[in-house]
């Protein structure tokens, strides 16, 4: 069984120079001890060489490899979280996170790697001390400047690099910038001399390379030798290397305008990454204009500042920890971080609330990556001081990222500081508690969801906020549908779309029929295909897909129970189809187990078997099981897999459930469940693959090789090898040749033919 990868290691966008030697000892050492640490000072390579050593060592770990980016992560208390959410791992928070992520990760030789880990050494070691001691197989590569001091570490002391392997990262570096730059008879002393200058230090290097675009070779020893010469009276107890990279960062400053120097500052307030409409939000005015924003990014992107990455199909950028270190100095010296701040957590919340606003609506399962893409983002702007009313208004406005999103526990500490900081009786507390109820539900903590509802119900009264009461209504008939108490949770949800039709609230009212369909469907009513239909009607009016899922699973299991076996299996995979996008474990293991029972009444039994491993992996990664949200059809679980025991044995269903729970992943699993006598299902168009992965699919389709496509691009041949199998992942394919067959197939006819 594979772990959940949805976190891969990212594609390289430069070529890696030089540190053979050093790949061969790590990739030794990883097969030889469970936890190595590369340690070096800032800029010297770390990152980079962990993720090379980890690229080539998927091999040896077939359970998963990982990268946990921890520079973002403020709060110790954070770090599981971000480790849980790099791997995938569903937090539901009804567990210890270092024990949920011990489930997830049991039995699977894995390899993860901590990277940054200096500011939160104490965590980190507590972490890895704990998953070392209760999953046998999991190895651990950590990057950072302080060693982590847990009993088996391996240090691995990164040096900078030799004089030959630097002047070829210069080399390679500025050829980039500059495609007639050669290292020749004439200037290879210079540049010998400015790598020696620079200590060998890559990032000193890049960032030197960067110059060469307009400066000479000599210029730029000439310009760094002046700074050398300022620093030496400046600090004289930093060591060598820090020095180095202080001058080289310092005079990459220098080099900037005055408007790139604000927004490269400016830029330091984001923690992990930031979108366009993020900068023009965040960092414009005050002396850049919004025009002017797009023209610096650029600027600085060329200066080697801000690095380009690509999550989910869409441009996104980046600050080497750092460079975003030095930006930060920078705003506090100019006394500016206190406004930027401000600014940051006030996007954050614009950007919560909009998402929030529209939930009941298309795009869902997009908005829903852009929150996952900014996830550090968001617990920056919640982490950070201010006034404790703002930061409860952003938790409530997040509550589908922490609910569908897959960040339960994540939401439950943010919920549990914020109601502790701010206690004062007002309606942003009333609105407060009962999404922290739900997300408390959600976890299987039904105690503190029904004081926090009674709090909030006894809040909505005296303040007269309506809504907040028929949140709690609605909230309470979830608390009795969970307890067994069908009847009582679709008389909570007919109020909640009683009050919230009342209030001329559409988006809520349409939210809680879904879930009144639901229940009347599990509960066996007469009028529960009426409803169900009219809830679908009204979700396929907004666009809406996570609520019209749940409801298109109630009545397929309504039409199951009723004996239309066909029926139940069409509406069935039409609600896994929906749910593609999301990672709501819990819906789609309950969709899953409903599909399995459709199909073992139609006779495939092995196939019911794959589909019940399938769902069994969700509820295991989980820590629940079917019966924690509609109890009362446990029962047919149980005669399922008697059922399927009694048809093929229980040998071929113990290999049935075996390969069903190597999907893993959301993903994986609805491929499964939707796939023809075992063979996935060919999508019929190209909207799973990112842009540039159908420019590389088209290319393939013309008989490019891979070297040639990179050619095309201006890439390393390795970024295309990513995204060839990156494209024959998502088409469940095998070879090139089929991506071609697809492609031409694929395309629409030309202009005039029939």
Request: glycine fraction near 10%; proline fraction near 4%; charge should be neutral.
């Amino acid at each position: 069984m594979t772990v959940a990868q949805d976190a891969s290691l990212p594609a390289p966008l430069t070529s890696f120079v030089g540190r053979g030697r050093e790949l061969v000892k790590i990739r030794r050492l990883l097969g030889e001890v469970r936890l190595v640490t590369l340690t070096g000072t800032g800029g010297v390579g770390k990152t980079r060489l962990a993720l090379e050593a980890a690229a080539a060592s998927m091999r040896a770990f077939p359970g998963g490899v990982w990268l946990v980016d921890l520079a973002p992560v403020r709060e110790p208390a954070a770090a599981p979280g971000a480790v849980a959410a790099a791997l995938g791992a569903p937090d539901r928070g009804s567990l210890s996170v270092p024990a949920q992520l011990a489930g997830h990760l049991a039995g699977h030789r894995g390899l993860m790697v901590l990277d940054n880990c200096e500011h939160l050494v104490p965590a980190c070691a507590e972490l890895a001390r704990t998953l070392l001691s209760v999953v046998p197989e999991l190895h651990i590569l950590a990057t950072s400047r302080e060693t982590l001091g847990v009993t088996g570490e391996h240090i691995f002391d990164v040096a900078p690099l030799p004089p030959q392997d630097a002047i070829e990262l210069l080399r390679e570096r500025a050829v980039a910038v500059r495609s007639d730059f050669q290292v020749t008879d004439a200037n290879r002393a210079a540049v010998g001399r400015l790598c020696a200058d620079l200590d060998g230090v890559p990032l000193a290097i890049e960032l030197a390379a960067s110059r060469l675009r307009t400066l000479t070779v000599g210029q730029v020893t000439d310009r760094l030798e002046d700074r050398f010469t300022l620093l030496t009276g400046g600090c004289r107890a930093a060591r060598p290397h820090q020095r180095t990279l202080r001058a080289a960062i310092d005079w990459s400053w220098d080099l900037c305008t005055e408007t790139e120097r604000l927004l490269w500052s400016r830029l330091s307030v984001f923690a992990g990454g930031f979108t366009l409409d993020a900068v023009e939000g965040v960092c414009a005015g005050d002396d850049i204009a919004p025009g002017e924003v797009l023209d610096l990014l650029h600027r600085l992107i060329t200066q080697s500042v801000v690095l380009i990455t690509d999550t989910e199909g869409l441009p996104r950028y980046r600050l080497l920890e750092t460079i975003r270190q030095y930006g930060w100095e920078r705003l506090t010296a100019a006394g500016d971080e206190g406004r930027l701040v401000l600014r940051h957590r006030d996007f954050c919340l614009d950007l919560a609330q909009s998402i929030d606003g529209r939930w009941f609506g298309p795009g869902q399962a997009e908005d829903l990556a852009r929150l996952r893409a900014d996830h550090a983002n968001l617990l920056a702007a919640l982490d950070r001081e201010g006034d404790p009313r703002v930061r409860l208004t952003l938790a409530s406005a997040l509550r589908y990222h922490w609910c569908a999103g897959g960040f339960l526990g994540e939401g439950r500490r943010q919920f549990d500081r914020a109601l502790a900081a701010a206690p004062e009786r007002t309606p942003v507390r009333a609105r407060a508690l009962t999404f922290a109820a739900w997300v408390a539900q959600a976890q299987g903590d039904p105690t503190t969801a029904e004081r926090w509802l009674d709090e909030a119900d006894a809040l909505g009264e005296q303040l007269d906020e309506p809504a907040v009461r028929a949140w709690v209504r609605g909230l309470r008939g979830l608390t009795a549908q969970y307890r067994g108490r069908i009847e009582e949770a679709v008389s909570g949800y007919e109020g909640a779309v009683a009050a919230f039709t009342a209030l001329g609230d559409e988006r809520e009212a349409g939210s809680w029929l879904s879930a009144v369909a639901q229940a009347q469907a599990y509960a066996g009513h007469a009028r529960a295909v009426e409803t169900g239909r009219k809830a679908v009607a009204v979700a396929e009016a907004h666009g809406e897909r996570w609520g019209r899922a749940h409801v298109l699973r109630a009545l397929g299991y309504r039409a199951w129970v009723c004996g239309d076996v066909e029926t139940a299996g069409a509406l069935t995979r039409d609600a896994l189809e929906c749910m593609r996008g999301f990672d709501d474990y819990a819906a789609l293991g309950l969709t899953l187990e409903h599909l399995a029972w459709v199909t073992a009444s139609a006779g495939e039994h092995l196939r019911a078997g794959r589909l019940l491993g399938a769902a069994g992996t969700l509820w295991r990664h989980l820590g629940t099981s079917v019966s924690a949200f509609f109890p009362q059809v446990i029962g047919h679980h149980q005669r399922c897999e008697e059922t399927v025991v009694g048809a093929v044995g229980r040998a071929a269903y113990a290999r049935a459930l075996a390969e069903g729970s190597r999907h893993a992943t959301p993903v994986q699993a609805v491929d499964l469940a939707l796939s023809v006598a075992g063979e996935p299902v060919t999508p019929a168009a190209p909207g799973r693959l990112t842009g540039r992965e159908r420019e590389v699919a088209e290319l393939v389709a013309k008989g490019l090789s891979n070297k040639q496509i990179a050619a095309t691009f201006g890439r390393s041949p390795r970024t295309v090898d990513n995204h060839v199998q990156n494209i024959l992942a998502k088409l469940g394919f095998a070879g090139r040749s089929q991506i071609a067959t697809w492609w031409t197939a694929n395309q629409p006819p030309p202009s005039g033919t029939e």
